[in-house]
C-alpha cells in the first residue's frame, strides 16, 4: 500500500545546486529503507545514496561528497540534496524503498536495483550550460 512520489528535478548549470524529495503515501515510511537511484537514457539504473531507517546513509563513490540524503519523518519524506552538480548527472532520479523487517533492530539501506520493493515515477534532473 506504500506509494512513492519524486518532485523537484529541473534544469541546473553546472556546479548548481538542486534538492528532490520523495514523499511516501498509505503508509508510514518511518521503518523502510528509502533508496535514491538515477537511470540516463541507454544506461542502467543505478543506486545513487540511501537512508536506513535509523538514518544512516550510504552514497556510491560517484556522488561521494557532493550529494546528502536526508529524511523527516514529521511529513513522511526523503530528500537528496545534490550540490556540485556536473553534466553527467543527468538523469531521471528515483526513490525506492525496502519493507521493513520484523525486528526492532532494521538493517542498513543498500544501492541494489534489484533489492527494492516500491518505486516512485521518477524526476528528470538536467545539467547542462
Known amino acids: 500500500q506504500l506509494q512513492l512520489a519524486e518532485s523537484g528535478g529541473g534544469l541546473v548549470q553546472p556546479g548548481g545546486s538542486l534538492r528532490v524529495a520523495c514523499v511516501a503515501s498509505?503508509?508510514?515510511?518511518?521503518?523502510?529503507?528509502i533508496g535514491w537511484f538515477r537511470q540516463a537514457p541507454g544506461k542502467a539504473r543505478e543506486g545513487v545514496a540511501c537512508?536506513?531507517?535509523?538514518?544512516?546513509?550510504k552514497y556510491a563513490n560517484s556522488v561521494l561528497g557532493r550529494f546528502t540524503v536526508s529524511r523527516d519523518y514529521s511529513k513522511n519524506s526523503v530528500y537528496l540534496q545534490l550540490d556540485s552538480l556536473k553534466p553527467e548527472d543527468t538523469a531521471v532520479y528515483y526513490c525506492?524503498?525496502?519493507?521493513?523487517?520484523?525486528?526492532?533492530?532494521?538493517?542498513?539501506?543498500?544501492?541494489?536495483?534489484?533489492?527494492?520493493?516500491?518505486w516512485g515515477q521518477g524526476t528528470q534532473v538536467t545539467v547542462s550550460s
Open positions: 498509505g503508509h508510514t515510511a518511518d521503518y523502510y529503507r
Open positions: 525506492a524503498a525496502k519493507t521493513p523487517t520484523l525486528t526492532t533492530i532494521q538493517p542498513m539501506c543498500d544501492l541494489d536495483t534489484s533489492n527494492q520493493d516500491y
Open positions: 537512508i536506513s531507517a535509523d538514518g544512516m546513509t
